[in-house]
């Protein structure tokens, strides 16, 4: 059964940073797409990031740009979101989804939460002002 499990949210002062982890478990992930999706109240969940184990591709929303980095670690089971600069607007639930896509798709692909298969619980990530 396969697990997605967030960690390392928190509350932060705006300019900090914060880093996510999400675990993947019950198969072998490296060459899917593991992404990132956020919440805010109110709000309709929205993309972070994305990349793909097969093609290498990353993909990050405009909002985030030079701020967030995704990475993973060498067995592709692992993703992190590396959150530098943050600011009141970045307050949300985060959540790690995996997609079995493999191999090239369009950078509309990775953005669309429906392309998804497995979600984790969300971690909550509040930035005061």
């Known amino acids: 059964q396969v697990q997605l499990v967030e960690s390392g949210g928190g509350l932060v002062q705006a300019g900090g940073s914060l880093k996510l982890s999400c675990a993947a478990s019950?198969?072998?992930?490296?060459?899917?797409?593991l992404g990132w999706f956020r919440q805010a109240p109110g709000k309709e969940r929205e993309f972070v990031a994305a990349?793909?184990?097969?093609?290498?591709?990353?993909y990050y929303a405009d909002s985030v740009k030079g701020r967030f980095t995704i990475s993973r670690d060498n067995a592709g089971n692992t993703a992190f979101l590396q959150m530098l600069s943050l600011k009141p607007e970045d307050t949300a639930v985060y959540y790690c989804a995996l997609d079995r896509t493999i191999g090239y798709v369009g950078s509309s692909h990775y953005t669309d939460s429906r392309n998804y298969h497995y979600w984790g619980q969300g971690t909550q990530v509040t930035v005061s002002s």
């Open positions: 019950g198969g072998t992930f490296g060459a899917y797409i």
């Open positions: 990349n793909s184990g097969s093609s290498g591709n990353t």
